[in-house]
């Protein structure tokens, strides 16, 4: 089992930065991949970036246009997710999931924290 459990999240203003960190535990060694998704009221869960624990591989969705960077403390457990220029369509839940293989779907991540509220004011 790994645990995870999301912080950082809050109210801010169009054109503020955030970072969100998600602090991993259990048997966090079985499964390398770190994920940030996200979901919006009505919308489906969508995905953000990935990172391994191990190489500090990082992959990111197209949509994000470079605002969002993820990073990791491997030592820590701590994965990292800085958002800039943050807009109102991007409020939503922000969810990190852990899961063993490099995908960008919800499916295949089995383990998931309980999310952390960003809102963004115009």
């Known amino acids: 089992q790994v645990q995870l459990v999301e912080s950082g999240g809050g109210l801010v203003q169009a054109g503020d930065s955030l970072t969100l960190s998600c602090a991993a535990s259990?048997?966090?060694?079985?499964?390398?991949?770190m994920g940030w998704f996200r979901q919006a009221p009505g919308k489906e869960r969508e995905f953000l970036a990935r990172?391994?624990?191990?190489?500090?591989?990082?992959y990111y969705a197209a949509s994000l246009e470079g605002r969002f960077f993820i990073s990791r403390d491997d030592a820590k457990k701590v994965v990292y997710l800085q958002m800039n220029n943050l807009q109102p369509e991007d409020t939503a839940i922000y969810y990190c999931?852990?899961?063993?293989?490099?995908?960008?779907?919800?499916?295949?991540?089995?383990?998931w924290g309980q999310g952390t509220q960003v809102t963004v004011s115009s």
């Open positions: 259990g048997r966090t060694h079985v499964t390398n991949i």
């Open positions: 990172i391994s624990w191990s190489a500090g591989t990082s």
């Open positions: 999931a852990n899961g063993a293989g490099y995908s960008s779907s919800p499916q295949d991540f089995p383990y």
